[in-house]
């Protein structure tokens, strides 16, 4: 018997594959604040965004104004600070179980095809109050499968293929009763079978600029529809192999431990963490004079979604509309609501986006059998007081 979640899973590939794509031709984008509309503040967290500290850097949604995020303000978070790659002498190092390993320039890269791709992702420990771990771009490179092909492909024995950036750090490895103090290059993994079957994309650039270090100049991975810590900064190295990668970042930083039901038993599940559980929240509340409009954030893995509803106090749920110029299959979704008849007072204003394998975006209750606070997509309710 699978278990509720491989099902959603099988369900979800389906859909998956059957995908929307790049349908829409964008009619409108979402504006700046327009004239004579202010900001109608929430009143449940607090309000100001901290400065960029160090290497971090949140994006304030509250001054969304397009569908893409600019690269100076773009969300950036990593392990090992920033290291500097000098574009004229990189290579990307492809190894192991490769039919021809090869490193490649970014020239050579560059020969191996341009196309973009448009995706917006979140940091797997994006949570309330500030939601300001994620972004949206418009990037351009090339699909990671091109580039396999100059390496000849994979060998049939190849199993798991890890990239590694070229940020590297003290860790201690533990093991029983010893510990060892090792250096490790931020490294994550696919399985061959998530590889083949993912848009995976090696990106050279974000809305038309070259990466900016923040971004992982010269060269990044994407694994569109992924959560953050999938997207390799500093792209140093392709090395496919047969055993499982246990390097820290995918072994044990980046997993959720749940209470699941499996088969009437209640079972303590460790999960690595891959693709976004589908997740919505409130960006800002503006108004115009009597109007008030509220601005929302999607953010998902690429399935069709069904729908964005926002529902203020115990209303009904009442549909959103999602912005088309973020239509793109991997494009994160901007809506808005137009909220009529506000009366004085305080209220509650609420989002949830349900995708099409009937997925829905849980409240916190819902989500309490996830112990661990990364994957937090529940439903985050804001308050607004009108005048
Ligand atoms: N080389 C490298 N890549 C990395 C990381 C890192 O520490 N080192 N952090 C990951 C994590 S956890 C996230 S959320 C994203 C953040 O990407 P951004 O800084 O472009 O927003 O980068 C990912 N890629
Ligand atoms: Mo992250």
Redesign the pocket.
Known sequence: MPTDRTRRKLLRGTFAAAGLGMLGIPEWALPALAQGETIVPFTDAPPTFPPPKGDSRQYDIRTIDGPFSPADR???????GHPVVEPAGFRLKLTGLVNRPVSLSLDELRKVGSTELIFGFE??GNRRPLQG?C?NGRWTGVPLRAVLDRAGGLKPQAREIVFF?A?RGQEEVEFRTQKFSVEQQ?GRSMTREQLVSSDAFLAWALNGEPLTR???SPLRLLVPGW???A????LAQVHAQEDAFLGKFQARHYRTLREENIDGDKKWTEAGISTMQPKSFLARVTRDGANYKVLGVALHDGTPLKSIEVRIDDGPWQPATIDPATRAKYSWKLFTYAWTNATPGEHTLVSRVTDATGRVQPTSEELESKKTFLEDNSQYPRKVTIA
């Open positions: 773009f969300f950036t978070t990593q392990h090992y940091c797997s771990l972004g950036g940020d931020y923040h971004q992982g959560y953050g810590m997207n390799v900064k500093w």
